[in-house]
């Protein structure tokens, strides 16, 4: 702290005692010790609030940061479920285009009942509306 030796403490002691007398410096001493102390109360007083503090501070934070990544945790599972689902819909429509072109090689879709129900496919009016749309309109000036 303070760098006062032996030599400078009895210097300040004999000019106290000069100064003060010696009948008053026992209570003076006393009253000195008694602000000294005092004063390191306040100090260490002081210093443990701040360290409490900045202890708070690092508790908000990580409670501030744990809720961030909760977040981003619950973002990520509905990415992830938007991600699955557009999946699905994918091999869904993979699916059906895949079946397309087995309609198309059949001599004629609309008549082929279907083997485990006895009735016609799905898939018939799909092959039916694409038969149309490919036959052209007499309004088409183009053709």
Do not use: C, Y
Request: hydrophobic share 35%.
């Amino acid at each position: 702290m303070f760098d006062i030796g032996f030599a400078e403490l009895l210097v300040i002691g004999v000019l106290g005692l000069l100064v003060i007398g010696p009948e008053r410096l026992p209570g003076t001493v006393r009253t000195l010790a008694l602000w000294i102390g005092r004063l390191r109360r306040s100090f260490s007083d002081i210093r443990s609030e701040i360290e409490r503090e900045v202890g708070a501070d690092e508790i908000r934070r990580q409670l501030h940061n744990e809720s961030i990544m909760a977040s981003l945790k619950e973002s990520k599972d509905q990415i992830n479920k938007e991600i699955d689902k557009a999946g699905k819909e994918l091999s869904n429509i993979e699916n059906s285009i895949a079946a397309k072109p087995n309609l198309s090689q059949s001599s004629n879709p609309s008549s082929t009942p279907d083997s485990t129900t006895g009735s016609t496919t799905e898939a018939e009016p799909a092959a039916i509306a694409d038969e149309q749309a490919s036959k052209p309109s007499p309004q088409d000036p183009k053709s």
